[in-house]
């Protein structure tokens, strides 16, 4: 199986429902590959949840949808025990979780109860009731959507939720000719409706293992260590990146260097992945917003005073 060419095919794919967000799409599957989760923080119709579900539609797998609410509790999630009367024992029901990909849409209108219920998942790949313990099915993926405008009835999701997401996306606006593009195609069909799969489930697992072998030089390991280290020494970031988000940062690159067709990470794939993976990892001081800057702006400053390093071995 020629993996890089089915990584294309399910861009394509993808494509035709979400047009003109190539980099997005880079950014949903890096989440993909390297076994990890997407947060897509956006105002309402840019496209968020077509996005998810024209990625659901692209692979043969299961799909939930859960919308987050404040009236959400963490058992609709994760599922139930239920008393069976004829054979006198408690059965456990399996919630929308149970799926290969996940969409947790406006995640921030739950509880932060019902937020947490997904933190052991999202990490740990299994879910805990009643002191049992239930692994989930590979691939495994949660792409939560936000609205980052609208503060009334929401929960801000905590410092160890965000955590968990491998990336933060924003989608952004589309460009004129692309929301012409859009008008065209969508005037009589959804388009997400009318993709087929091109990948299985099985295939996505495949090519999981594969990225967990692209090379990584020995040089990009003290690079990645020192834009960590960076972060929690500079004079702006109160609260610098983890340890978690430096092996994050590595598992991203690879990613991200397999789905532009290399074995080998260079130093621009650490560099495109910096910003998505550490931003929402980070908090930078009160005077640094008062400066209308972002984390985002920050991250970028981090990375562009350190020296690129020269690899020299790709093999």
Known sequence: M????????????????????ADVIDLVLVSLLCKGHALIEDVPGVGKTTLVKALAKSIRCSF???????????????????YNQKEQRFEFKKGPIFSNIILADEI???????QSSLLEVMEERQVTVDGVTYRVNE??????????????????LPEAQLDRFTVRINIGYPQPVHEKMMLQNYKSVNIVDELEAVLSGEDIVQMQKTVSQVHVDDSLYN???NIA????????????????????????????AFIKGREYVLPD???????????????????????????????????????????????
Do not use: C, W
């Not at 921030?108 to 019902?114: L, Y």
């Not at 020494?233 to 590595?250: C, E, F, K, Q, T």
């Open 2 to 21: 020629d993996f890089h060419q089915s990584v294309e095919k399910l861009k394509t794919n993808i494509e035709k429902a979400v047009i003109g967000k």
């Open 64 to 82: 939930s949808r859960i919308q987050f609410t404040t009236d959400l509790l963490p058992s609709d999630i994760t599922g139930v025990s239920i």
């Open 108 to 114: 921030n209108r739950a509880s932060p109860k019902t």
């Open 139 to 156: 691939p495994f993926m949660v792409l939560a959507t936000q609205n980052p405008i609208e503060y009334e009835g929401t929960f801000p």
């Open 223 to 225: 690079y990645i260590v």
């Open 229 to 256: 280290n960076r972060t929690r020494n500079d004079n702006n970031i109160y609260l610098g990146a983890s340890p978690r988000a430096s092996l994050v940062l590595l598992k991203a690159s690879q990613a991200f």
């Open 269 to 315: 794939d650490i560099k495109a992945m910096a910003v998505p993976v550490l931003a929402h990892r980070v908090i930078v001081k009160p005077e640094y917003r008062l400066q209308n800057k972002t984390a985002e702006d920050a991250i970028r400053e981090v990375v562009d005073t350190l020296n690129v390093p020269l690899v020299k071995n790709y093999a």
